[in-house]
């Protein structure tokens, strides 16, 4: 299995861990040179595994540039598939016992690492503030929280940080998700009896969707994830947190994003009603690369 190599030693007490910053992109030319440039003034030791999707603009030359620049801190690689599997394989490749993820179009704090390190020295799992930069009608609303014994588990990954061990134990990220993946993580994460730190202080700034028919697309895909959840997981609705939800959902864009996702949701039901498509609840089956997602 990929995660059976051994693991480097353990840094000296008095040193702050090894921490590996796992990335993965698909044609994020217009963000990734602001988000090395950040990165790498963040406080060592780290080092940044960048997986590229195969991207069809910059991206790749652009971080291409920056491993040769800082050859010890910057690794790139190549891998198709949906940001599970590049996760799963970023975290392959990555050194650290410690792992953060974050994502192309985003701005972490200076003191990001710092706090990462600190939360995951207690902490199996921790998760930051995620901030939307851009345009601010899209930026304002609110995800859809949904809970697991009493935690939000829908803290996005591109702010957040799992123990190694744990990461493997859990079977990595579920890459039949096309979107949601994150959550289906902590969700298992919580069932297998970690708990999530939220630390409001590791901030990342998050890019918007530039335009209102990307930003209804990403609420399409939301809606889509959270169907292949419920084929997962079983029934879901008693655990969101409906009027807090709907509280949240009171502008016309608002609504606008609750039909999109909506639409997202039924266009799986509809396009998932047989195997092979569907994703079969959890305890029945292993998952589609044959490692069993334990929680």
């Not at 840094?11 to 993965?24: A, W, Y």
Request: charged fraction near 25%; charge should be positive; include cysteine.
């Amino acid at each position: 299995m990929w995660w059976s190599w051994n693991l480097p030693p353990s840094e000296p007490s008095e040193h702050p861990p090894f921490l590996s910053i796992v990335i993965t992109v698909r044609n994020e030319e217009a963000h990734l040179a602001s988000l090395f440039e950040n990165l790498l003034r963040q406080p060592g030791p780290f080092e940044i595994v960048l997986v590229d999707a195969e991207s069809t603009d910059a991206t790749w030359e652009i971080a291409e540039r920056y491993r040769a620049a800082h050859p010890d801190r910057v690794r790139t690689f190549r891998h198709r598939g949906h940001r599970g599997a590049g996760r799963n394989f970023g975290v392959q490749q990555a050194q650290g016992e410690l792992i953060a993820f974050t994502d192309g179009d985003c701005l972490p704090d200076a003191r990001w690492a710092e706090r990462m390190r600190e939360g995951l020295a207690s902490w199996e799992v921790v998760a930051g503030r995620t901030r939307a930069v851009g345009s601010s009608r899209f930026g304002e609303l609110e995800r859809v929280e949904l809970y697991q014994g009493g935690m939000d588990v829908t803290f996005p990954s591109c702010n957040l940080g799992y123990r190694r061990p744990l990461f493997v134990r859990l079977g990595g990220f579920d890459d039949r998700f096309i979107t949601a993946e994150d959550i289906d993580l902590n969700l298992r994460a919580v069932r297998a009896g970690a708990r999530i730190h939220y630390d409001p202080e590791m901030l990342v700034l998050h890019q918007t969707r530039a335009t209102l028919a990307r930003f209804l697309l990403q609420a399409f895909w939301n809606g889509y994830g959270r169907k292949q959840l419920t084929e997962k997981h079983g029934q879901l609705w008693a655990q969101y947190r409906y009027r807090r939800m709907l509280s949240s959902q009171s502008s016309p864009l608002a609504y606008a994003r609750l039909a999109a996702a909506l639409a997202g949701y039924f266009t799986r039901h509809l396009t998932a009603l047989r195997p092979p498509r569907r994703i079969p609840t959890e305890g029945r089956e292993s998952n589609a690369n044959g490692k069993a997602q334990r929680a």
